[in-house]
């Protein structure tokens, strides 16, 4: 982190934050430098997204499932 500027380190901040925020975990395998990091970030967010919109959906399909019975 050394000579690292600092839109690289908030840039490491944020593959860090979403990384755990995914719970998927560091891994063997892991970005080397900026751009992979910013693509690794932006994966693991929309992963989230879409996961917590078909699980939002899900809920809502059981909940009228529930209430019709």
């Known amino acids: 982190m050394l000579g690292w500027s600092n839109s690289d380190r908030a840039l490491a901040m944020l593959y860090f934050m979403f990384t755990t925020l ?7 395998y892991h970005p080397k430098n900026s751009s992979e990091r910013a693509f690794t970030a932006f994966v693991l967010l929309t992963g989230v ?10 809920i809502e399909i059981s909940e009228s499932y529930m209430a019709s019975t």
Do not use: E, K, N, P
């Not at 997204?49 to 899900?58: D, V």
């Open 49 to 58: 997204t879409i996961f917590s919109y078909l699980m939002g959906s899900f």
């Open 22 to 28: 995914s719970s998927v975990g560091f891994g063997d």
